[in-house]
T-cell receptor
Framework: AQSVTQLDSQVPVFEEAPVELRCNYS??????LFWYVQYPNQGLQLLLK??????LVKGINGFEAEFNKSQTSFHLRKPSVHISDTAEYFC????????????FGTGTRLLVSP | NAGVTQTPKFRVLKTGQSMTLLCAQD?????MYWYRQDPGMGLRLIHY???????AKGEVPDGYNVSRLKKQNFLLGLESAAPSQTSVYFC????????????????FGPGTRLTVL
């Protein structure tokens, strides 16, 4: 089975500062990895995903993530955050073959202040 | 194209009451999912469906039932609500369940906030 750990439940940061949200996963088979964002009182939407190929994945709103197989990590980064990036961010994993359900982490709340 | 819609948006129930949450998608997706979201626990899969007329249990199915009579609709039922079912419920859908560059994205509805007193 797959599992995801998001160690930081909350990350406060000032506007225009860089940010990194950490995600580590556990799996005995190859996986696909995802980051979803949830703005207040809304559903989740896909930020980016890693399926194969380049380990550096670029997503919407200036976010990017790097897949590191040896460290089983998929950390999300943004070089300069905006107030509008305040949201909850979820890392998720699924097996890369066959039908498998997405397994979500517990989420990291990004709080951007002026 | 409305995507994934959920009704109702909010509901308050008393313990023991029943209700049905409706999820509808207009993207002709095969797979549909029901999740619950609780503070500090992320999203947990309740039930899912791989096609019209088929359903399967997720990780937290107890106390819930589902039906997929039409491809575009996925209903979540609570037969006898309990305070432990107070949560935000999200429906999602994907084009297919098998992996592929176009098929892995889950599209989420806006959620239903349910309170059981």
């Amino acid at each position: 089975a797959q599992s995801v750990t998001q160690l930081d439940s909350q990350v406060p940061v000032f506007e225009e500062a860089p940010v990194e949200l950490r995600c580590n996963y556990s799996s005995s088979v190859s996986v696909y990895l995802f980051w979803y964002v949830q703005y207040p009182n809304q559903g989740l939407q896909l930020l980016l995903k890693y399926l194969s190929g380049s380990t550096l994945v670029k997503g919407i709103n200036g976010f990017e993530a790097e897949f590191n197989k040896s460290q089983t990590s998929f950390h999300l980064r943004k070089p300069s955050v905006h107030i509008s990036d305040t949201a909850e961010y979820f890392c998720a994993v699924k097996r890369s073959t066959g039908f498998q359900k997405l397994v979500f982490g517990t989420g990291t709340r990004l709080l951007v202040s002026p | 194209n409305a995507g994934v819609t959920q009704t109702p948006k909010f509901r308050v129930l008393k313990t023991g009451q029943s209700m049905t949450l409706l999820c509808a998608q207009d993207m002709n997706h095969e797979y549909m999912y029901w999740y619950r979201q609780d503070p500090g626990m992320g999203l947990r899969l309740i039930h899912y469906s791989v096609g019209e007329g088929t359903t399967a249990k997720g990780e937290v199915p107890d106390g819930y039932n589902v039906s997929r009579l039409k491809k575009q609709n996925f209903l979540l039922g609570l037969e006898s609500a309990a305070p432990s079912q107070t949560s935000v419920y999200f429906c999602a859908s994907t084009l297919l369940g098998v992996t592929g560059t176009k098929t892995d994205t889950q599209y989420f509805g806006p959620g239903t906030r349910l309170t059981v007193l």
